[in-house]
């Protein structure tokens, strides 16, 4: 049997903080720890030791972690070192030159997975912390690491593979099959659709809150998009003058509505504009009006006219928030929410529904990722032609197993065996070097 390599990589996020962390694993982890001067001792405790490098000595402080409890399920060494980018680089070069391998993007991940450490989307739910940009992404990561996800996918497997195991026990003595056994038998498979397509319906939500979500303020020239904007931003990000079509393109700032970071986007005024310039900047209100997660359609209190082209551009399918701006100049539409740019506790009350709307995607999310919901979908579609196949027994169970095992790829594992190769490279090759 050939020995598996031992790799080495940073496990800290950069290089220049106070201290660096330089990760061993596998089977000469100790070996090659022992090659630069340093005996880990002690497992699971923190010793100082002196590491031999580059013809002189860094102090470091030293941890052995015998595998198979380790986070790789490998020996494991650490080196603590100090920071700085040539000092860190010069002592993974001495570990490499002792016998070691650079790691690849993943491969500390990769290879706890592969020794039982975790399962897959655990081990994704490590990339997504790492890179998590909002507060409600952090809380998915971790409930993926923790295992939930994984939890649920189990339940649901299991009742399918009770109700397989109760049919195919039956497919020899089909004459003992009465329609109560089938009427149950489509009772549970109804119940664990339900189930599949409740995690579809929430996978958008779960996008959503894992992302910083766009919010456009758009509306007709002079509507006080831009004294809104910064109003909302906080400092004069925008220009403002009374002249209409001053927003010739769009302006974006990013504002903190709670623990939730949002992009905060001006736009131009969306008219009828026969200058070339102007319709550009039109067009381009259109398109973040299209690719926003919350519109805001502004129209000003003391306009003279209602504005006849407010339908046009926003019949996309996406929620629109009415809003009524400088409020204290006038008020024409009552039942619209209200805001003055000059009036601080306006201003604060919409950043306050703003949050709560933002917020609301986290509560109803789902913590799959976009493979697990590719996974979920094909099993769904397993277990619908499985509801129309009672007429033979024999096909109802063979998709029945086929929606198990799509089930199983979200664990990394299906009644094949493991997911296959390319599955594996193309999500490990998304993470950090040291992770």
Known sequence: MIERSTIVGVATGTADGGVAIVRLSGPRAHAIASALGVEPGEPRRLQLRALFVGGGVEQALVVAMPGPASY?????????????????????RACVAAGCVPAEPGAFTRRA????????????????????K??????????LIGGELGRDVDVVSDRI???????????????DVDAPDVARWQEELAAVTKILRQWQGRYDAGARARTRPRVVLAGPPNAGKSSLFNALVGY??????????????????????????????????IRDASDAIERAGVERSH??????????WLEAGDAAEEVALRPSGLERGITVEYVETKRDLGERRP????????????????????????ASDATQAWIGLLRHRDATAQALVELEAASLRFSGLELV???????????????????????????????????????
């Open 72 to 92: 790789t399920g490998e020996d494991v060494v650490e080196l603590h070192v100090h920071a700085g980018s040539r000092n860190v680089e010069q002592i993974v």
């Open 113 to 132: 997975f592969e020794h039982g450490r975790m399962s897959l989307e655990q081990a994704e739910g490590v990339a997504a912390l790492i890179g998590a």
């Open 134 to 143: 909002t507060q409600a992404a952090v809380d998915q990561a971790r409930r």
């Open 161 to 175: 593979a009770e109700l397989r195991a109760e049919i195919e026990a039956r497919l020899d003595f089909p004459e």
């Open 236 to 269: 004069a990000r925008a220009i403002v003058t009374p002249q209409p079509g001053t927003t010739r393109d769009y302006v974006e700032a990013e504002v903190e509505f709670g623990e939730t970071a949002c992009v905060v986007v001006d736009t131009a005024g």
């Open 287 to 296: 398109e973040q009006v299209a690719g926003a997660d919350h519109v805001l």
């Open 335 to 358: 039942s619209w929410r209200g805001v003055s740019s000059h009036d601080a506790a306006s201003v604060q009350a919409l950043r306050k529904w703003l949050q709560a709307r933002v």
């Open 397 to 435: 169970a063979f998709h029945l197993g086929l929606a198990q095992a799509r089930l199983g790829e979200i664990r990394g594992r299906s009644s094949l065996g493991p997911v296959g190769e390319d599955v594996l490279r193309r999500i490990f090759e998304r993470f950090c070097i040291g992770k």
